[in-house]
C-alpha cells in the first residue's frame, strides 16, 4: 500500500484564488512528520511547511497552511492568494519515527499546480 | 557557497563510462541523502548516511556506489548505467536528532540535482 497519495496529478488555478493540495498518508507509527516541498522547473525542492503527529495545531507559513485531519489521515495543503510564481509541482511527504536518525523522506508522485492570470 | 551543492548540473554518459555525482552541505548537518527522480515516479530513496555511515542502502543496483567522507560530502560514482537510469538526481542533508535546532523540524534541505542522461 502506498504510504503517501496524492491523488490529484494536475490542478489549475487563477491569480488571487485559494487551492487546496490534497494528500492521504497511512502508517502505523505514532510519531511522524509531514511535510510539503515544492518543486519548480529548475528542480530544486523547497521546503515549505511541516506538521509534527503530536502538534495540535495546524502549522502555518505565510500564504501556506496544512489542513491536518489525525483521525483522517489527511494533510492538504492551502495555498491562499495564488500567484503565478506557485506554479509547480508540489510534493507530500512523510518521515515515521520522530527524530530518528538518518530517517528518510517517503514521497508522494506529486501534484503539479498551475496559476493562470 | 550556502544550503546544499550538487555538481555537476548535468551529465551525459555513455553506458560505459564512469561518473561520479558531488554532493556538499554548508549547513552542518548530520544525516545526508541520495534520491533518484524518474519521470512520472515519486522520488525514490537511494542512500542514507547518518554520522557518515550507512544507514539505508534501499536495494540500489551494484553500478551505483556511494561514498560519504565526511558530514560535508557526499558522492555517487556511477558505472556502467543503462538508460532508464536517466533521472534527476537529488542530494539532501538534515539535522536528525534534536528538534527545534534554529526553528528546524529536522526538514530535508536539497540541492538543485544532477540531470543525468545515459546514452
Same mark, same amino acid.
Given at each position: 500500500?502506498?504510504?503517501?497519495?496524492?491523488?490529484?496529478?494536475?490542478?489549475?488555478?487563477?491569480?488571487?484564488?485559494?487551492?487546496?493540495?490534497?494528500?492521504?498518508?497511512?502508517?502505523?507509527?505514532?510519531? !511522524?512528520? =509531514?511535510?510539503?516541498? @515544492?518543486?519548480?522547473? %529548475?528542480?530544486?525542492?523547497?521546503?515549505?511547511?511541516? $506538521?509534527?503527529?503530536?502538534?495540535?495545531?495546524?502549522?502555518?507559513?505565510?500564504? !501556506?497552511? =496544512?489542513?491536518?485531519? @489525525?483521525?483522517?489521515? %489527511?494533510?492538504?495543503?492551502?495555498?491562499?492568494?495564488? $500567484?503565478?510564481?506557485?506554479?509547480?509541482?508540489?510534493?507530500?511527504?512523510?518521515?515515521?519515527?520522530?527524530?530518528?536518525?538518518?530517517?528518510?523522506?517517503?514521497?508522494?508522485?506529486?501534484?503539479?499546480?498551475?496559476?493562470?492570470? | 557557497?550556502?544550503?546544499?551543492?550538487?555538481?555537476?548540473?548535468?551529465?551525459?554518459?555513455?553506458?560505459?563510462?564512469?561518473?561520479?555525482?558531488?554532493?556538499?552541505?554548508?549547513?552542518?548537518?548530520?544525516?545526508?541523502?541520495?534520491?533518484?527522480?524518474?519521470?512520472?515516479?515519486?522520488?525514490?530513496?537511494?542512500?542514507?548516511?547518518?554520522?557518515?555511515?550507512?544507514?539505508?542502502?534501499?536495494?540500489?543496483?551494484?553500478?551505483?556506489?556511494?561514498?560519504?567522507?565526511?558530514?560535508?560530502?557526499?558522492?555517487?560514482?556511477?558505472?556502467?548505467?543503462?538508460?532508464?537510469?536517466?533521472?534527476?538526481?537529488?542530494?539532501?542533508?538534515?539535522?536528525?536528532?534534536?528538534?527545534?535546532?534554529?526553528?528546524?523540524?529536522?526538514?530535508?534541505?536539497?540541492?538543485?540535482?544532477?540531470?543525468?542522461?545515459?546514452?
Amino acid at each position: 500500500a502506498q504510504k503517501i497519495t496524492q491523488t490529484q496529478p494536475g490542478m489549475f488555478v487563477q491569480e488571487k484564488e485559494a487551492v487546496t493540495l490534497d494528500c492521504t498518508y497511512d502508517t502505523s507509527d505514532p510519531s !511522524y512528520g =509531514l511535510f510539503w516541498y @515544492k518543486q519548480p522547473s %529548475s528542480g530544486e525542492m523547497i521546503f515549505l511547511i511541516y $506538521q509534527g503527529s503530536y502538534d495540535q495545531q495546524n502549522a502555518t507559513e505565510g500564504r !501556506y497552511s =496544512l489542513n491536518f485531519q @489525525k483521525a483522517r489521515k %489527511s494533510a492538504n495543503l492551502v495555498i491562499s492568494a495564488s $500567484q503565478l510564481g506557485d506554479s509547480a509541482m508540489y510534493f507530500c511527504a512523510m518521515r515515521e519515527g520522530y527524530n530518528q536518525a538518518g530517517t528518510a523522506l517517503i514521497f508522494g508522485k506529486g501534484t503539479t499546480l498551475s496559476v493562470s492570470s | 557557497e550556502t544550503g546544499v551543492t550538487q555538481t555537476p548540473r548535468h551529465l551525459v554518459m555513455g553506458m560505459t563510462n564512469k561518473k561520479s555525482l558531488k554532493c556538499e552541505q554548508h549547513l552542518g548537518h548530520n544525516a545526508m541523502y541520495w534520491y533518484k527522480q524518474s519521470a512520472k515516479k515519486p522520488l525514490e530513496l537511494m542512500f542514507v548516511y547518518s554520522l557518515e555511515e550507512r544507514v539505508e542502502n534501499n536495494s540500489v543496483p551494484s553500478r551505483f556506489s556511494p561514498e560519504c567522507p565526511n558530514s560535508s560530502h557526499l558522492f555517487l560514482h556511477l558505472h556502467t548505467l543503462q538508460p532508464e537510469d536517466s533521472a534527476l538526481y537529488l542530494c539532501a542533508s538534515s539535522q536528525d536528532g534534536d528538534r527545534d535546532i534554529m526553528g528546524s523540524y529536522n526538514e530535508q534541505f536539497f540541492g538543485p540535482g544532477t540531470r543525468l542522461t545515459v546514452l
